[in-house]
């Protein structure tokens, strides 16, 4: 049964009108026409500076920022692409993951703004990800090498990952994904009784969203969905979803299909959580936070 606090937080989020960001593909059309005219930021936060170092380069025309342990050789690496339907810019809870990777698993961070739809589309998007992550990998080792995404960014890593099999058979030594988002074509036939209870998500701007990433792909094309992708040959993949998230299909259907293709996959449903939930400040999330410091340490004993 979900926490007294998780419950408390999800009908803040329902009262708060989170759903309204996504409830209808003009709403979504408004949140990046206001985008373009005022960008938001993705610096992080002033606070995060002291306790890691952080630097920022560019890779093309994407912010990447490093994020390391201070006074410290990193344990282990991590790459970490962020959510926010691909229209969304890194907000607070973003840089708390990372400062919680930096601070309790000792990990280096590497933190890309990736240029946001309808700018930035898959077929743009991908290959400079997978090239992140060929070049994180080379760095260090596969064997200390994580890629970690939320959400649309979640999405954007299994493209990656898929990406970098086909073209080296390179992978990290495993795949964190939190509340996948890895069919923006949004078909699946139980998204309709779970969006009832979802606090936070609705179809109808996620698909807008979706299309925007695709540009001038097909939305089921594997870079901008990669449930439609093979998963044969994929580094381990963990994975956390929660019931109460309309994309939680996306997560039994990755199960089902990655492990049919003879790849590694450990799902962690939670009852009653919405999306997102390894980032809210409820006891299931951190309780999952402390699983993905793990799984990290982990990667740097490897």
């Known amino acids: ?29 408004a949140r990046v026409a206001r985008s373009a ?10 606070s995060l500076g002291r306790v890691a170092d952080v630097s920022r380069t560019f890779v093309g025309a994407w912010p990447v920022y490093e994020v390391a342990p201070l006074g410290a050789e990193p344990a282990a690496q991590v790459l970490y692409l962020h959510g926010g339907g691909y229209v969304d810019e890194l907000v607070r809870p973003h840089w708390a993951l990372v400062r919680t990777l930096v601070t309790r698993a000792r990990a280096r961070v590497v933190v890309p703004a990736y240029i946001l739809a309808p700018r930035g589309t898959a077929d743009r998007t991908v290959p400079v990800a997978t090239d992140l992550l060929s ?8 064997g200390g090498t994580v890629l970690l995404g939320d959400a649309a960014g979640a999405g ?7 990406r970098l099999r086909d073209r080296t058979g390179e992978q990290p030594s495993r795949i964190v994904l939190i509340s996948p988002w890895l ?26 969203a979706g299309r925007l990433y695709a540009g001038t792909l097909a939305t089921d094309d594997p870079r901008v969905s990669p449930l439609h992708g093979t998963f044969a040959g994929l580094a381990p993949l963990t994975v956390f979803a929660g019931t109460r998230d309309v994309l939680a299909t996306d997560s039994r259907e990755l199960l089902r299909r990655a492990r049919a293709e003879g ?19 409820v006891p299931e999330g951190r309780a999952a936070r402390e699983r993905i410091v793990e799984l990290v340490r982990s990667a740097a004993e490897l």
């Open 156 to 162: 954007l890593a299994l493209a990656a990952a898929q």
């Open 183 to 208: 069919d923006v074509t949004m078909s699946h036939p139980d998204q309709a009784a779970i969006e009832a209870s979802d606090p936070v998500q609705a179809r109808p701007g996620l698909r807008e």
């Open 135 to 142: 070049g994180l990998i080379a760095s260090g080792g596969a």
């Open 37 to 46: 005219r005022r960008p938001a930021s993705h610096l992080p936060p002033r």
């Open 1 to 29: 049964m979900p926490s007294l606090r998780s419950r408390a937080l999800s009908v803040a989020l329902s009262a708060a009108g989170r759903r309204r960001r996504f409830a209808s593909a003009d709403a979504v059309g």
């Open 263 to 281: 790849a590694e996959v450990d799902l962690h449903e939670e009852a009653g959580m919405p999306h997102g939930y390894p980032l809210l400040p």
